[in-house]
């Protein structure tokens, strides 16, 4: 009788993620001096990374910032939720030059844009992935992080979009190689993160991309994001059928902060609370924590359910 209970004893479950407050209103795009820490009705800070100014040269990483944001969180009694850019569009380069020379592929997904790797590209994979290595020894598991915002999807932003229009899709893409190539993606993130609640970005772009990608996150413990007020009936349909199983995150500064205040806020937050399916996060404009009564009345709409992991 007794080898059976020492097997028992000895089996050891898998990490979980610290238990997340579950809920709340967090500031897009926010920084270690945004008055929004100080905010009560604000669960923290959405920051946003560059991969290269985490690690301007290969194997030297810069985490000053972070860990000074890790530092806020803890005092202030707040949660961070980053994200680590690789792919910004005409907005800059997210990637670091050094990876580009050492070999890795690169393509432009817009007619403006930065230069951006090649999502499959081998280089870019072993170069990404031991910076995913390096973030995950430091930050995984901390309980002051409510969850992270992923490139998985390996787009845009971090999104699922790798260009647009369609002829600056990069040499080699087809609808069967971007799916394979996230599904790797979220496997990766998955296995260096395994005690942090990982977040998927998604949209709509037909060929069955969005709807298989997104049932693979969720399957591996994944929220989902959206980052538009206004979602097609596609994308709203794919929150909706997911929405029991995992928390939903949408990000509504996409117009502009000229959502953040007064009958606009009021209107937004009517559009994001009438599409059918529990919110649980919303990421919002600075300025929308400075109407107390709309901010709380956004926060008493969201879904406050522990059920959900």
Same mark, same amino acid.
């Given at each position: 009788m007794l080898l059976p209970l020492m097997l028992v004893a000895a089996t050891t479950c898998p990490p979980q993620p610290p238990r997340p407050v579950g809920f709340g209103l967090m500031q897009f795009a926010g920084f270690t001096d945004s008055r929004t820490w100080d905010d009560p009705r604000a669960l923290g800070v959405n920051r946003l990374f560059t991969w290269a100014d985490l690690?301007?040269?290969?194997?030297?990483? #810069?985490?000053?910032?972070?860990?000074?944001?890790?530092?806020?969180?803890?005092?202030?009694?707040?949660?961070?939720?980053?994200?680590?850019?690789?792919?910004? $569009?005409?907005w800059g380069q997210a990637t670091p030059d050094w990876v580009f020379d050492t070999g890795a592929a690169s393509y432009r997904s817009t007619s403006g844009s930065e230069r951006q790797p090649v999502p499959m590209d081998p280089v870019f994979t072993e170069k990404f992935s031991r910076f995913l290595e390096a973030m995950a020894s430091r930050y995984d598991g901390n309980p002051n992080i409510e969850f992270i915002q992923t490139n998985a999807g390996m787009g845009e932003f971090g999104e699922i979009i790798w260009a647009y229009p369609r002829e600056y899709l990069p040499p080699g893409w087809s609808p069967e190689v971007q799916i394979e190539t996230s599904k790797q993606w979220i496997d990766r993130w998955r296995s260096l993160f395994p005690r942090?609640?990982?977040?998927?970005?998604?949209?709509? @772009?037909?060929?069955?991309?969005?709807?298989?990608?997104?049932?693979?996150?969720?399957?591996?413990? &994944?929220?989902?994001?959206?980052?538009?007020?206004y979602l097609p009936r596609e994308s709203q349909a794919i929150l909706a059928a997911y929405a029991h199983r995992t928390r939903i995150v949408l990000e509504?500064?996409?117009?502009?902060?000229?959502?953040?205040?007064? !009958?606009?806020? $009021?209107?937004?937050?009517?559009?994001?609370?009438?599409?059918? &399916?529990?919110?649980?996060?919303?990421?919002?404009?600075?300025?929308?924590? #400075?109407?107390?009564?709309?901010? !709380?009345?956004? @926060? #008493?709409?969201?879904?406050?359910? $522990?059920? @959900?992991?």
């Amino acid at each position: 009788m007794l080898l059976p209970l020492m097997l028992v004893a000895a089996t050891t479950c898998p990490p979980q993620p610290p238990r997340p407050v579950g809920f709340g209103l967090m500031q897009f795009a926010g920084f270690t001096d945004s008055r929004t820490w100080d905010d009560p009705r604000a669960l923290g800070v959405n920051r946003l990374f560059t991969w290269a100014d985490l690690e301007p040269s290969e194997g030297q990483y #810069d985490w000053s910032e972070f860990d000074v944001l890790i530092d806020v969180a803890r005092a202030k009694g707040k949660r961070l939720s980053p994200r680590v850019y690789t792919n910004m $569009d005409a907005w800059g380069q997210a990637t670091p030059d050094w990876v580009f020379d050492t070999g890795a592929a690169s393509y432009r997904s817009t007619s403006g844009s930065e230069r951006q790797p090649v999502p499959m590209d081998p280089v870019f994979t072993e170069k990404f992935s031991r910076f995913l290595e390096a973030m995950a020894s430091r930050y995984d598991g901390n309980p002051n992080i409510e969850f992270i915002q992923t490139n998985a999807g390996m787009g845009e932003f971090g999104e699922i979009i790798w260009a647009y229009p369609r002829e600056y899709l990069p040499p080699g893409w087809s609808p069967e190689v971007q799916i394979e190539t996230s599904k790797q993606w979220i496997d990766r993130w998955r296995s260096l993160f395994p005690r942090t609640h990982l977040v998927l970005m998604e949209n709509f @772009i037909g060929e069955n991309i969005a709807e298989t990608v997104t049932a693979y996150a969720v399957d591996r413990g &994944f929220y989902l994001q959206a980052n538009d007020t206004y979602l097609p009936r596609e994308s709203q349909a794919i929150l909706a059928a997911y929405a029991h199983r995992t928390r939903i995150v949408l990000e509504v500064e996409h117009g502009g902060c000229q959502s953040a205040e007064g !009958q606009a806020f $009021d209107e937004m937050t009517a559009t994001v609370f009438g599409y059918g &399916f529990p919110v649980d996060y919303l990421m919002v404009c600075e300025q929308t924590f #400075d109407d107390a009564a709309r901010t !709380q009345g956004a @926060i #008493d709409r969201l879904r406050k359910d $522990d059920a @959900i992991p």
